[in-house]
C-alpha cells in the first residue's frame, strides 16, 4: 500500500502538469478554429475615388487577402427611388466606388489601426471604416481567455513541479542506503541515481498513458454524449496521436530536470 501511495504521489502531481500540457493543446486547437470563422467574418469597408486593385491594396498593407467590389447599381436603386434616369445616372457617376476588404489573420486591434493608416495614407482611398468598437471587444475577451489559461496553467505546472521534486526527496531517503554503498565502491554520482531515474520514467510512462486514456474516453465517450455543439464540432481536435509523443516528451523532461535537482542539491549533503 505505502509503495502504490508512494508513486501516486509522483504521477499525479505530473499527470496535472500533463493534463494542463493537453487541455492547452485542445484550447489551441479548437480556438484556431474559432479565430478562423471570426477571421472569415470579419471585413472591412474601404471607400476610394477611382477603381483600386486587390494587387494595390496588399501593396499597401500585406494582411489584405481579398477585397469584393461593392455594386454601385445596386446602392443608387435604393436611394434613387423615383428619380429620373438621366439624375439616377448622375448620381451614379458622382457616387465614390465601395470594396469589402478581408484580412489574412485574426489581428490585434494595434495592427487594425495600423492597416486602416496604411490604407488611407494612399491619396486615391478616402476613407476605411474598420468597425473596431466590435472587433476589440471580442478580440480583448478572446486574448483575456487565452491569457487566463496560460496563467493557470503555468501556476499549476510550478505547483506539480515542486510537489514532484519533494517526492523525489522522499525517494531518495528510501534508497540512500544503497546509492551509499555504491559510493563507497566509486560510482559516480549519477550511476548512484540510476534507481532513481528509472523509478520517474517508469512513472512518466505511466502518467502518460492515463493522461492519454482520460483524453480519448473525452474524444470518443463524453464528447458524443455531453450534447455540447462545440465539442462535436471540434471532435477531431480534442485528442490526437501525435500527443501522446508531445505528452511522454514534457513528462520526462519534468522528471529529469526533478531527478537532476534532487540529486546535485544533496550531493554536498551526502559528502
Given at each position: ?68 467590389k461593392i455594386k454601385r447599381e445596386t446602392i443608387v436603386k435604393e436611394i434613387a427611388k423615383g428619380v429620373s ?68 496553467i503555468g501556476f499549476m505546472g510550478l505547483v506539480s513541479l515542486l510537489l514532484i521534486i519533494k517526492q523525489m ?103
Open positions: 500500500m505505502k509503495f502504490i501511495k508512494n508513486h501516486l504521489m509522483f504521477i499525479l502531481p505530473l499527470m496535472a502538469i500533463l493534463l494542463g500540457v493537453e487541455f492547452y493543446l485542445v484550447f489551441d486547437r479548437t480556438t484556431d478554429s474559432y479565430e478562423q470563422g471570426l477571421k472569415d467574418g470579419y471585413s472591412m469597408l474601404v471607400v476610394t475615388q477611382k477603381p483600386v486593385s486587390l494587387e494595390k491594396l496588399q501593396s499597401l498593407n500585406k494582411h489584405v487577402s481579398s477585397s469584393v434616369e438621366s439624375s439616377t445616372q448622375e448620381i451614379l457617376t458622382s457616387l465614390p466606388h465601395f470594396y469589402t476588404v478581408r484580412l489574412d489573420a485574426y489581428i490585434a486591434t494595434s495592427e487594425l489601426d495600423e492597416i486602416k493608416e496604411n490604407l488611407e495614407s494612399d491619396t486615391a482611398i478616402k476613407s476605411v471604416e474598420t468597425f473596431g468598437s466590435s472587433y476589440s471587444s471580442s478580440y480583448r475577451l478572446f486574448s483575456f481567455i487565452k491569457l487566463s489559461l496560460k496563467i493557470f526527496e522522499i525517494w531518495r531517503f528510501t534508497h540512500l542506503q544503497r546509492m551509499q554503498v555504491m559510493e563507497i565502491f566509486g560510482a559516480p554520482l549519477m550511476l548512484r541515481s540510476g534507481i532513481l531515474f528509472r523509478v520517474a520514467i517508469i512513472d512518466a510512462l505511466l502518467a502518460t498513458l492515463f493522461t492519454s486514456i482520460f483524453f480519448v474516453y473525452i474524444k470518443f465517450v463524453w464528447a458524443t454524449h455531453s450534447g455540447i455543439d462545440i465539442m462535436r464540432q471540434n471532435q477531431d481536435e480534442l485528442f490526437r496521436i501525435s500527443d501522446i509523443m508531445m505528452l511522454l516528451l514534457v513528462a520526462l523532461v519534468i522528471v529529469i530536470i526533478a531527478v537532476t535537482t534532487v540529486v546535485w542539491t544533496s550531493k554536498g549533503v551526502e559528502e
